[in-house]
């Protein structure tokens, strides 16, 4: 059953496969058993990783747009807390949901790059799988892969161990069964490992400052993944074979490398990462000779680009009797870097500054007016419903008589 509904992925992954092993045979690696094939199956993991690092930048600017929001969402949600009834419940959600669409981020967009990840991982498994049957002659050709191929595919082992068994199943290797044990333990460790940075990365770095409390949804579900992931892991890596936790790490490595590039040219307004970048800008810029008003005037436009407000540049003179010395930031923070349980003063400017359509109202009171008009339609509905209902019991009680 599994095999039928990953056949068409199953096929893709074997033809890629085969496909790079080839085009290595042709540079000069082995065609038959070797470590061509271990470079096939990394060759296998570049693949994809191309083909959804298209979804993995929109999983990082919604991840990031979504930290920058933390201080709006906390808004409405000490706005209904306490109120359990379905209308406030609603009128949360809805609000909530004007908000994601008026930045352009949904709760979702980060699961992507997982979801198109897993059918092609237990595709690879499952192909994988299939290698012993083939080379035995028990089952037939998998797209490309005949039974030779799959006889030099079983003869390829890293460091002694072959790609096709796994920790769980590693007496069937016989003499190897020991080489597969370390081999498969080691890349379950390291593969741990590597997500734990990865996720640590993402969380305690490219996270705002104000988005790093426990009362943070998000900030719970980072953390529960950073400690938690590596240790499913360490549980699931004694079931894949040696060739699929190959593919995993290279993955995981991969993914690091391309996370640390993005958080160090993109980071959180807020973060650590985003000051670390700030202050790299703002020496690179007095070193090629800029002044402290010409940084500080740059500084302004990248965080009103980025949503912050714009501050005008002090004089000298100003600057000086401010206290505030050549090339230090005179830019506002960041909305991400407020407390979301600020004053009652501060609270209402920030409303009074909320952006207003043509009609003179905001994203979350047109979400209102919206729902209090689908409500008030249900109630004419309910009530054309029971006058209906009212007439009919009238007339057969008319027929009755």
């Known amino acids: 059953m599994t095999d039928t509904i990953l056949a068409p992925v199953m096929w893709v992954v074997a033809w890629i496969m085969n496909l790079i092993h080839k ?48 201080p709006e969402i906390k808004k409405i949600q000490k706005k209904y807390k306490g109120k359990r009834d379905q209308v406030s419940l609603r009128r949360q959600q809805e609000e909530l949901q004007a908000l994601y669409r008026k930045h352009g981020t949904s709760q979702f967009a980060s699961c992507l790059p997982m979801l198109v990840q897993m059918p092609i991982l237990f595709s690879l498994y499952r192909v994988l799988y299939a290698f012993p049957a083939i080379a035995e002659g028990k089952r037939g050709a998998l797209g490309p892969i005949t039974k030779q191929i799959a006889t030099d595919f079983e003869n390829s082992t890293v460091f002694g161990a072959p790609l096709s068994s796994s920790f769980r199943v590693a007496e069937d290797a016989g003499s190897a069964a020991t080489n597969v044990r370390i081999v498969a333990a080691v890349l379950v460790l390291f593969m741990s490992v590597t997500m734990f940075f990865t996720q640590r990365q993402l969380t305690m770095k490219n996270m705002p400052d104000s988005a790093m409390d426990s009362s943070n949804p998000m900030f719970r579900t980072q953390k529960i993944m950073m400690y938690g992931m590596p240790v499913v892991y360490l549980f699931m890596g004694s079931v894949f074979q040696i060739g699929v936790l190959v593919y995993w790490v290279a993955g995981n490595i991969w993914n690091m490398g391309q996370q640390a590039w993005f958080i160090r040219h993109n980071p959180t307004p807020g973060s650590q990462a985003y000051r670390e970048r700030e202050k790299r800008l703002r020496e690179k810029r007095r070193r090629e000779g800029l002044s402290g008003d010409e940084i500080a005037q740059l500084e302004a436009e990248e965080a009103r680009k980025n949503g912050g407000q714009r501050v005008q540049p002090l004089s000298k003179e100003r600057a000086k009797k ?42 979350a009171e047109r979400a209102r007016k919206r729902y209090e008009r689908r409500q008030a339609e249900r109630a004419r509905s309910r009530a054309k419903q029971a006058n209906r209902k009212k007439r009919a019991q009238q007339n057969q009680k008319k027929r009755n008589f």
């Open 23 to 70: 085009v290595l045979a042709f540079v000069g690696m082995s065609d038959g058993p070797g470590p061509a094939w271990v470079v096939a199956i990394l060759g296998l993991t570049v693949v994809v990783r191309l083909l959804v690092l298209p979804l993995y930048n929109r999983q990082i600017r919604s991840s990031r747009q979504m930290q920058i929001l933390q």
């Open 322 to 363: 401010a206290g505030i010395r050549p090339g230090d930031s005179l830019v506002s923070p960041h909305p991400a870097d407020r407390d979301a349980d600020e004053s009652g003063e501060q609270e209402e400017a920030s409303e009074s500054a909320e952006v207003r359509g043509k009609d003179g109202l905001t994203d």
